[in-house]
Protein backbone atom coordinates (compact mmCIF):
# COMPACT_ATOMS: atom_id res chain seq x y z
CA UNK A 1 0.00 0.00 0.00
CA UNK A 2 1.26 3.50 -1.26
CA UNK A 3 1.53 5.63 1.71
CA UNK A 4 0.22 9.43 1.18
CA UNK A 5 1.81 12.44 1.91
CA UNK A 6 -1.11 13.15 4.06
CA UNK A 7 0.06 10.49 5.89
CA UNK A 8 3.44 11.39 7.05
CA UNK A 9 4.46 13.11 10.42
CA UNK A 10 6.69 15.96 10.14
CA UNK A 11 9.53 14.13 10.89
CA UNK A 12 9.07 12.09 7.66
CA UNK A 13 8.24 15.00 5.71
CA UNK A 14 11.58 16.42 6.22
CA UNK A 15 13.30 13.19 6.01
CA UNK A 16 11.63 13.13 2.40
CA UNK A 17 12.82 16.58 1.35
CA UNK A 18 16.48 15.74 2.41
CA UNK A 19 16.49 12.44 0.63
CA UNK A 20 15.02 14.24 -2.71
CA UNK A 21 11.95 11.80 -2.44
CA UNK A 22 9.12 14.63 -2.29
CA UNK A 23 9.26 18.85 -1.92
CA UNK A 24 7.61 20.79 -0.14
CA UNK A 25 5.24 22.08 -2.98
CA UNK A 26 4.23 18.31 -3.41
CA UNK A 27 3.86 17.72 0.83
CA UNK A 28 1.68 20.89 0.47
CA UNK A 29 -0.48 20.62 -2.51
CA UNK A 30 -1.56 17.35 -1.06
CA UNK A 31 -2.34 18.80 2.11
CA UNK A 32 -4.18 21.71 0.23
CA UNK A 33 -6.42 18.82 -1.21
CA UNK A 34 -7.34 17.66 2.07
CA UNK A 35 -8.28 20.76 3.33
CA UNK A 36 -10.71 21.44 0.40
CA UNK A 37 -12.14 17.80 0.22
CA UNK A 38 -12.71 16.69 4.08
CA UNK A 39 -13.81 21.01 4.74
CA UNK A 40 -17.90 20.25 3.93
CA UNK A 41 -17.58 17.37 6.40
CA UNK A 42 -16.21 18.40 9.20
CA UNK A 43 -16.01 22.17 9.07
CA UNK A 44 -12.46 22.47 10.19
CA UNK A 45 -11.51 25.50 8.73
CA UNK A 46 -11.64 29.22 8.55
CA UNK A 47 -9.61 30.47 5.98
CA UNK A 48 -7.12 28.89 3.45
CA UNK A 49 -4.84 30.87 1.28
CA UNK A 50 -3.46 28.76 -1.51
CA UNK A 51 -1.41 30.92 -3.06
CA UNK A 52 0.45 32.38 -0.45
CA UNK A 53 1.04 28.45 0.83
CA UNK A 54 2.03 27.79 -2.24
CA UNK A 55 4.51 30.20 -2.40
CA UNK A 56 6.05 29.41 0.73
CA UNK A 57 6.42 25.96 -0.19
CA UNK A 58 7.93 26.75 -3.32
CA UNK A 59 10.39 29.27 -1.54
CA UNK A 60 11.51 26.37 0.85
CA UNK A 61 11.80 23.92 -1.94
CA UNK A 62 14.40 26.23 -3.44
CA UNK A 63 16.36 26.42 0.12
CA UNK A 64 16.08 22.62 0.17
CA UNK A 65 17.66 22.68 -3.44
CA UNK A 66 20.62 24.49 -2.71
CA UNK A 67 20.77 22.12 0.44
CA UNK A 68 20.14 24.78 2.71
CA UNK A 69 17.19 24.22 4.58
CA UNK A 70 15.60 27.31 7.21
CA UNK A 71 15.11 26.42 10.39
CA UNK A 72 13.73 22.72 11.85
CA UNK A 73 10.26 22.99 9.93
CA UNK A 74 10.97 24.01 6.55
CA UNK A 75 8.26 23.06 4.30
CA UNK A 76 5.95 21.68 6.95
CA UNK A 77 2.55 22.21 6.61
CA UNK A 78 0.87 24.11 9.69
CA UNK A 79 -2.73 24.65 10.37
CA UNK A 80 -3.24 27.91 13.32
CA UNK A 81 -6.13 28.39 15.48
CA UNK A 82 -8.07 31.74 14.78
CA UNK A 83 -7.21 33.18 18.01
CA UNK A 84 -3.73 32.70 17.39
CA UNK A 85 -2.19 35.88 15.76
CA UNK A 86 -0.65 35.95 12.04
CA UNK A 87 0.39 38.38 9.81
CA UNK A 88 -1.21 39.56 7.28
CA UNK A 89 -4.96 37.18 8.44
CA UNK A 90 -7.89 38.28 9.87
CA UNK A 91 -7.70 36.76 13.35
CA UNK A 92 -11.82 36.76 14.01
CA UNK A 93 -12.11 34.49 17.19
CA UNK A 94 -15.16 33.25 16.09
CA UNK A 95 -17.25 36.04 16.80
CA UNK A 96 -19.08 38.19 14.78
CA UNK A 97 -18.01 41.19 17.21
CA UNK A 98 -14.42 41.43 15.59
CA UNK A 99 -13.83 43.23 12.45
CA UNK A 100 -11.88 41.49 9.68
CA UNK A 101 -11.20 45.15 7.89
CA UNK A 102 -8.10 46.35 10.11
CA UNK A 103 -4.95 46.14 9.58
CA UNK A 104 -3.07 42.34 10.24
CA UNK A 105 0.47 42.78 11.12
CA UNK A 106 1.62 40.64 13.63
CA UNK A 107 2.77 37.20 14.08
CA UNK A 108 1.83 36.01 17.86
CA UNK A 109 5.71 34.72 19.39
CA UNK A 110 4.69 30.74 18.48
CA UNK A 111 3.67 31.85 14.77
CA UNK A 112 6.85 33.86 14.87
CA UNK A 113 8.68 31.18 15.60
CA UNK A 114 7.42 28.55 13.23
CA UNK A 115 8.22 31.38 10.28
CA UNK A 116 11.31 32.01 11.19
CA UNK A 117 12.09 28.09 10.99
CA UNK A 118 10.55 27.75 7.65
CA UNK A 119 6.86 26.50 8.07
CA UNK A 120 4.18 26.73 5.60
CA UNK A 121 1.00 28.31 7.20
CA UNK A 122 -1.97 26.37 5.08
CA UNK A 123 -4.84 27.45 7.31
CA UNK A 124 -6.87 28.81 10.09
CA UNK A 125 -8.63 26.46 12.29
CA UNK A 126 -12.28 27.01 13.73
CA UNK A 127 -12.73 27.96 17.78
CA UNK A 128 -15.61 28.64 19.82
CA UNK A 129 -16.10 32.01 20.38
CA UNK A 130 -13.06 33.34 21.74
CA UNK A 131 -12.32 29.52 22.69
CA UNK A 132 -14.58 29.86 25.54
CA UNK A 133 -15.51 26.21 25.98
CA UNK A 134 -14.75 22.72 25.51
CA UNK A 135 -16.51 22.30 22.05
CA UNK A 136 -16.01 24.01 18.50
CA UNK A 137 -19.22 25.93 17.21
CA UNK A 138 -19.15 29.82 17.20
CA UNK A 139 -21.88 32.18 16.12
CA UNK A 140 -19.50 33.17 12.93
CA UNK A 141 -18.29 29.56 11.58
CA UNK A 142 -20.70 26.99 12.66
CA UNK A 143 -20.47 24.02 14.27
CA UNK A 144 -16.89 22.08 13.92
CA UNK A 145 -17.79 17.72 13.29
CA UNK A 146 -15.21 14.68 14.43
CA UNK A 147 -13.41 13.11 11.91
CA UNK A 148 -14.86 9.39 13.22
CA UNK A 149 -18.11 10.67 13.39
CA UNK A 150 -19.93 14.24 11.88
CA UNK A 151 -22.32 13.28 13.96
CA UNK A 152 -20.07 14.18 16.78
CA UNK A 153 -18.57 16.95 18.29
CA UNK A 154 -14.76 17.06 17.45
CA UNK A 155 -14.15 18.93 21.27
CA UNK A 156 -12.80 22.54 21.52
CA UNK A 157 -11.55 24.83 21.92
CA UNK A 158 -8.96 24.15 19.46
CA UNK A 159 -11.23 21.27 17.72
CA UNK A 160 -10.53 22.64 14.21
CA UNK A 161 -6.71 21.94 14.63
CA UNK A 162 -7.36 18.24 16.10
CA UNK A 163 -9.58 17.44 12.97
CA UNK A 164 -7.21 19.20 10.74
CA UNK A 165 -4.19 17.06 12.23
CA UNK A 166 -6.27 14.00 12.06
CA UNK A 167 -7.43 14.29 8.73
CA UNK A 168 -3.64 14.69 7.26
CA UNK A 169 -4.40 18.40 6.59
CA UNK A 170 -1.46 19.34 7.83
CA UNK A 171 0.90 17.24 10.39
CA UNK A 172 1.43 20.13 13.25
CA UNK A 173 -1.42 22.92 14.51
CA UNK A 174 -1.02 25.55 17.08
CA UNK A 175 -3.72 24.97 19.64
CA UNK A 176 -4.04 27.18 22.61
CA UNK A 177 -5.30 25.34 26.47
CA UNK A 178 -7.32 27.35 29.11
CA UNK A 179 -9.49 24.63 30.21
CA UNK A 180 -8.70 20.81 28.04
CA UNK A 181 -9.00 23.13 24.66
CA UNK A 182 -5.70 20.95 23.25
CA UNK A 183 -5.84 18.11 25.23
CA UNK A 184 -10.16 17.78 24.67
CA UNK A 185 -10.40 17.75 20.64
CA UNK A 186 -6.60 15.72 20.47
CA UNK A 187 -8.63 12.81 22.63
CA UNK A 188 -11.84 12.96 20.51
CA UNK A 189 -10.23 13.38 17.42
CA UNK A 190 -7.31 10.18 18.46
CA UNK A 191 -4.13 12.19 17.81
CA UNK A 192 -1.47 13.95 20.64
CA UNK A 193 -2.01 17.22 22.07
CA UNK A 194 0.82 18.85 24.52
CA UNK A 195 -0.10 21.31 27.03
CA UNK A 196 3.60 22.62 28.13
CA UNK A 197 4.28 24.24 31.52
CA UNK A 198 2.82 27.79 31.38
CA UNK A 199 5.45 30.82 30.18
CA UNK A 200 7.10 27.76 28.11
CA UNK A 201 5.26 29.20 24.72
CA UNK A 202 5.35 32.90 25.03
CA UNK A 203 1.60 34.49 24.45
CA UNK A 204 1.27 37.52 22.79
CA UNK A 205 -1.15 39.36 23.44
CA UNK A 206 -2.03 38.14 26.87
CA UNK A 207 -5.23 35.85 27.21
CA UNK A 208 -8.42 37.22 29.13
CA UNK A 209 -8.02 34.23 30.86
CA UNK A 210 -4.64 34.87 32.28
CA UNK A 211 -2.38 32.46 33.16
CA UNK A 212 -5.24 29.38 32.55
CA UNK A 213 -4.41 30.01 29.13
CA UNK A 214 -1.14 27.92 27.30
CA UNK A 215 -0.37 27.90 23.75
CA UNK A 216 0.98 23.94 22.66
CA UNK A 217 1.46 21.45 19.83
CA UNK A 218 -1.00 19.33 18.71
CA UNK A 219 0.22 16.75 15.95
CA UNK A 220 0.16 12.92 15.28
CA UNK A 221 2.55 11.95 17.54
CA UNK A 222 4.92 12.86 20.55
CA UNK A 223 8.51 13.17 18.77
CA UNK A 224 6.52 15.68 16.33
CA UNK A 225 4.84 18.03 19.38
CA UNK A 226 8.76 18.06 20.59
CA UNK A 227 10.05 19.63 17.53
CA UNK A 228 7.26 21.61 17.31
CA UNK A 229 7.53 23.00 21.14
CA UNK A 230 11.16 23.12 20.80
CA UNK A 231 10.49 26.02 17.98
CA UNK A 232 7.49 27.85 19.41
CA UNK A 233 9.75 27.81 23.36
CA UNK A 234 11.95 30.25 21.64
CA UNK A 235 12.25 33.57 23.50
CA UNK A 236 9.79 36.91 22.75
CA UNK A 237 10.13 39.99 24.80
CA UNK A 238 6.63 40.62 24.20
CA UNK A 239 5.83 38.01 26.92
CA UNK A 240 7.14 39.07 30.16
CA UNK A 241 6.30 35.91 31.92
CA UNK A 242 8.00 33.65 29.58
CA UNK A 243 10.68 31.29 30.87
CA UNK A 244 13.51 32.12 29.08
CA UNK A 245 15.79 29.03 27.61
CA UNK A 246 14.69 25.89 27.69
CA UNK A 247 16.41 22.13 27.03
CA UNK A 248 15.68 21.25 23.82
CA UNK A 249 13.12 18.42 24.52
CA UNK A 250 13.33 16.56 21.48
CA UNK A 251 16.73 15.31 22.35
CA UNK A 252 15.83 13.64 25.21
CA UNK A 253 13.23 11.24 24.07
CA UNK A 254 14.64 8.15 24.02
CA UNK A 255 15.75 7.73 27.51
CA UNK A 256 12.40 5.49 28.17
CA UNK A 257 10.93 5.37 31.13
CA UNK A 258 11.98 2.31 33.38
CA UNK A 259 12.68 3.34 37.01
CA UNK A 260 10.47 6.32 36.73
CA UNK A 261 7.48 6.23 39.45
CA UNK A 262 4.55 6.87 37.94
CA UNK A 263 1.17 6.88 40.09
CA UNK A 264 -2.36 5.86 38.24
CA UNK A 265 -5.57 7.92 39.10
CA UNK A 266 -8.58 6.01 37.69
CA UNK A 267 -10.90 8.55 39.07
CA UNK A 268 -9.32 11.42 40.91
CA UNK A 269 -10.30 9.44 44.33
CA UNK A 270 -13.88 8.80 42.92
CA UNK A 271 -14.41 11.96 41.58
CA UNK A 272 -15.28 10.78 38.52
CA UNK A 273 -17.56 9.06 36.88
CA UNK A 274 -15.78 7.10 33.86
CA UNK A 275 -17.14 5.64 31.31
CA UNK A 276 -16.03 1.40 30.88
CA UNK A 277 -14.58 1.80 27.35
CA UNK A 278 -12.44 4.48 28.75
CA UNK A 279 -11.40 2.95 31.61
CA UNK A 280 -10.18 -0.35 30.17
CA UNK A 281 -8.29 1.50 27.55
CA UNK A 282 -6.31 3.43 29.78
CA UNK A 283 -6.12 0.75 32.10
CA UNK A 284 -3.95 -0.47 29.54
CA UNK A 285 -2.20 2.29 28.98
CA UNK A 286 -0.96 1.98 32.61
CA UNK A 287 -0.47 -1.78 32.17
CA UNK A 288 1.79 -0.68 29.34
CA UNK A 289 4.07 1.08 31.10
CA UNK A 290 4.97 -1.04 33.80
CA UNK A 291 5.82 -3.53 31.14
CA UNK A 292 8.67 -0.86 30.13
CA UNK A 293 10.06 -0.89 33.41
CA UNK A 294 7.96 1.60 35.59
CA UNK A 295 6.70 1.65 38.60
CA UNK A 296 3.02 2.16 38.78
CA UNK A 297 0.81 2.67 41.69
CA UNK A 298 -2.93 3.11 41.48
CA UNK A 299 -3.22 6.55 43.74
CA UNK A 300 -5.01 9.48 43.62
CA UNK A 301 -3.48 13.16 44.30
CA UNK A 302 -4.85 14.84 47.69
CA UNK A 303 -6.92 17.23 45.71
CA UNK A 304 -10.23 18.41 45.34
CA UNK A 305 -12.58 18.84 42.60
CA UNK A 306 -11.48 22.62 42.04
CA UNK A 307 -14.87 24.09 39.81
CA UNK A 308 -16.17 26.78 41.81
CA UNK A 309 -12.59 28.61 41.85
CA UNK A 310 -12.02 27.62 37.97
CA UNK A 311 -15.23 28.95 37.29
CA UNK A 312 -14.84 32.48 38.75
CA UNK A 313 -11.40 32.80 37.48
CA UNK A 314 -13.01 31.89 33.90
CA UNK A 315 -15.84 34.06 34.25
CA UNK A 316 -14.76 36.80 34.46
CA UNK A 317 -11.92 36.90 32.49
CA UNK A 318 -14.60 36.51 29.65
CA UNK A 319 -16.55 39.44 31.50
CA UNK A 320 -13.52 41.42 31.18
CA UNK A 321 -13.01 39.87 27.21
CA UNK A 322 -16.20 41.91 26.42
CA UNK A 323 -16.34 44.29 28.38
CA UNK A 324 -15.78 46.87 25.79
CA UNK A 325 -18.78 45.57 23.84
CA UNK A 326 -22.09 47.37 24.02
CA UNK A 327 -26.01 46.21 23.56
CA UNK A 328 -25.74 45.26 20.36
CA UNK A 329 -22.90 43.67 19.82
CA UNK A 330 -23.18 41.51 23.00
CA UNK A 331 -26.74 40.63 21.42
CA UNK A 332 -24.21 39.08 18.89
CA UNK A 333 -22.20 37.07 21.52
CA UNK A 334 -22.96 32.98 22.20
CA UNK A 335 -25.92 32.88 24.26
CA UNK A 336 -23.79 30.85 26.50
CA UNK A 337 -20.59 32.71 26.81
CA UNK A 338 -23.18 35.59 27.33
CA UNK A 339 -24.55 34.67 30.55
CA UNK A 340 -20.92 33.42 31.80
CA UNK A 341 -20.14 36.73 31.16
CA UNK A 342 -22.76 38.20 33.01
CA UNK A 343 -21.65 36.05 35.83
CA UNK A 344 -18.48 36.62 35.62
CA UNK A 345 -19.43 40.81 35.88
CA UNK A 346 -20.89 40.31 39.53
CA UNK A 347 -18.14 38.58 40.81
CA UNK A 348 -16.28 40.66 43.42
CA UNK A 349 -12.54 41.22 43.83
CA UNK A 350 -13.06 39.38 47.25
CA UNK A 351 -14.09 36.07 45.48
CA UNK A 352 -11.49 36.51 42.82
CA UNK A 353 -8.85 36.60 45.50
CA UNK A 354 -10.41 33.12 47.11
CA UNK A 355 -10.29 31.78 43.77
CA UNK A 356 -6.44 32.57 43.30
CA UNK A 357 -5.72 30.77 47.04
CA UNK A 358 -7.94 27.75 45.91
CA UNK A 359 -5.62 28.02 42.75
CA UNK A 360 -1.97 28.24 45.06
CA UNK A 361 -3.21 25.47 47.23
CA UNK A 362 -4.06 23.03 44.45
CA UNK A 363 -0.96 24.15 42.96
CA UNK A 364 1.46 23.53 46.29
CA UNK A 365 -0.79 20.02 46.82
CA UNK A 366 0.12 18.86 43.16
CA UNK A 367 3.48 19.82 43.44
CA UNK A 368 3.92 18.15 47.02
CA UNK A 369 2.72 15.23 45.45
CA UNK A 370 5.28 15.10 42.80
CA UNK A 371 8.00 14.96 45.32
CA UNK A 372 6.93 10.83 45.39
CA UNK A 373 5.77 10.20 41.93
CA UNK A 374 7.84 11.56 38.66
CA UNK A 375 4.03 11.49 36.92
CA UNK A 376 0.49 11.06 36.98
CA UNK A 377 -1.68 9.07 34.33
CA UNK A 378 -5.77 9.69 34.39
CA UNK A 379 -8.02 9.56 31.31
CA UNK A 380 -8.02 12.67 29.44
CA UNK A 381 -11.83 12.75 29.42
CA UNK A 382 -14.36 10.67 31.27
CA UNK A 383 -15.97 9.87 27.97
CA UNK A 384 -15.60 9.73 24.19
CA UNK A 385 -16.96 12.27 21.65
CA UNK A 386 -20.82 13.29 22.21
CA UNK A 387 -23.00 15.35 19.37
CA UNK A 388 -21.66 17.96 17.42
CA UNK A 389 -24.02 21.57 18.56
CA UNK A 390 -24.18 21.16 21.80
CA UNK A 391 -21.92 22.62 25.19
CA UNK A 392 -22.49 19.57 27.26
CA UNK A 393 -23.84 15.67 26.12
CA UNK A 394 -27.31 15.49 26.18
CA UNK A 395 -29.20 14.01 29.39
CA UNK A 396 -26.09 14.28 31.43
CA UNK A 397 -27.28 16.88 33.62
CA UNK A 398 -24.51 19.15 33.68
CA UNK A 399 -24.55 22.75 32.79
CA UNK A 400 -21.27 23.61 31.16
CA UNK A 401 -18.74 22.14 29.67
CA UNK A 402 -16.64 21.99 32.62
CA UNK A 403 -19.06 19.16 33.96
CA UNK A 404 -17.32 16.56 31.64
CA UNK A 405 -13.87 18.01 31.90
CA UNK A 406 -13.18 17.04 35.42
CA UNK A 407 -9.64 15.53 34.35
CA UNK A 408 -8.36 18.71 32.31
CA UNK A 409 -8.60 22.24 33.93
CA UNK A 410 -7.33 21.62 37.12
CA UNK A 411 -4.26 21.36 35.42
CA UNK A 412 -4.12 24.56 34.12
CA UNK A 413 -4.92 25.99 37.29
CA UNK A 414 -1.58 24.13 38.67
CA UNK A 415 0.64 25.73 35.21
CA UNK A 416 1.41 21.66 35.01
CA UNK A 417 2.81 20.28 31.46
CA UNK A 418 -0.61 17.70 30.24
CA UNK A 419 -0.42 15.39 27.79
CA UNK A 420 -3.19 13.18 25.49
CA UNK A 421 -1.85 10.16 24.32
CA UNK A 422 -4.88 8.33 21.94
CA UNK A 423 -4.79 4.66 23.40
CA UNK A 424 -7.71 2.90 21.95
CA UNK A 425 -11.22 2.79 20.26
CA UNK A 426 -14.73 2.77 21.93
CA UNK A 427 -17.55 0.32 20.43
CA UNK A 428 -18.90 3.23 18.29
CA UNK A 429 -15.21 3.32 16.72
CA UNK A 430 -14.65 6.81 18.52
CA UNK A 431 -10.76 7.48 20.07
CA UNK A 432 -10.36 7.29 23.83
CA UNK A 433 -7.09 9.33 25.41
CA UNK A 434 -4.88 8.68 27.57
CA UNK A 435 -3.64 12.03 30.00
CA UNK A 436 0.44 12.40 31.01
CA UNK A 437 0.87 15.12 33.94
CA UNK A 438 4.00 15.87 34.59
CA UNK A 439 5.64 18.66 37.99
CA UNK A 440 5.91 22.50 36.38
CA UNK A 441 9.34 22.37 33.95
CA UNK A 442 9.17 18.72 32.89
CA UNK A 443 7.88 18.85 29.54
CA UNK A 444 10.41 16.71 28.49
CA UNK A 445 9.79 14.15 30.78
CA UNK A 446 5.83 14.35 29.39
CA UNK A 447 6.68 13.99 25.92
CA UNK A 448 9.40 11.24 26.49
CA UNK A 449 6.99 9.09 28.50
CA UNK A 450 4.41 9.43 25.48
CA UNK A 451 7.09 8.29 23.19
CA UNK A 452 8.01 5.31 24.91
CA UNK A 453 4.47 4.56 24.44
CA UNK A 454 4.51 5.39 20.56
CA UNK A 455 6.97 3.65 20.39
CA UNK A 456 5.66 0.30 22.12
CA UNK A 457 2.68 0.25 20.28
CA UNK A 458 0.48 1.30 23.03
CA UNK A 459 -0.27 4.76 21.89
CA UNK A 460 -1.99 5.49 18.71
CA UNK A 461 -5.37 4.32 17.11
CA UNK A 462 -6.40 3.95 13.44
CA UNK A 463 -7.64 7.16 11.43
CA UNK A 464 -10.53 8.13 10.69
CA UNK A 465 -11.71 5.85 8.01
CA UNK A 466 -13.27 6.75 4.91
CA UNK A 467 -13.11 10.48 5.93
CA UNK A 468 -9.89 10.19 6.24
Not at 92 to 103: C, E, F, I, P, W
Not at 156 to 166: L, W, Y
Amino acid sequence: MTTRLTDLTARQLLAGYAQGDFSPVDATRAALERVESVQPLVNAFVRTDADAALAAAEASAERWRRGEPQGLLDGVPVTVKDLVLQRGVPTLRGSLTVRADRAWDEDAPSVARLREHGAVFLARTTTPEFGWKGVTDSPRHGVTRNPYNPSRTAGGSSGGGAAAVALGAGPLSVGTDGGGSVRIPASFCGIFGLKPTYGRVPVYPTSPFGSLSHIGPMTRDAADAALMLDVMSGEDWRDWSHLGPAREVRHGLGEGVKGLRIAYSPTLGGQVAVRPAVASAVRRTVTALADLGAYVEETDPDITDPVEAFHTLWFTGAARLVQHLGPRQREQLDPGLREICDIGARRSALEYLAAVDVRADLGRRMARFHTAYDLLVTPTLPLTAFEAGVEVPPGSGHRRWTGWTPFTYPFNMTQQPAATVPCGLDAEGLPIGTQLVGPRYADGLVLRVAHALYESGAAGVPGPGALG
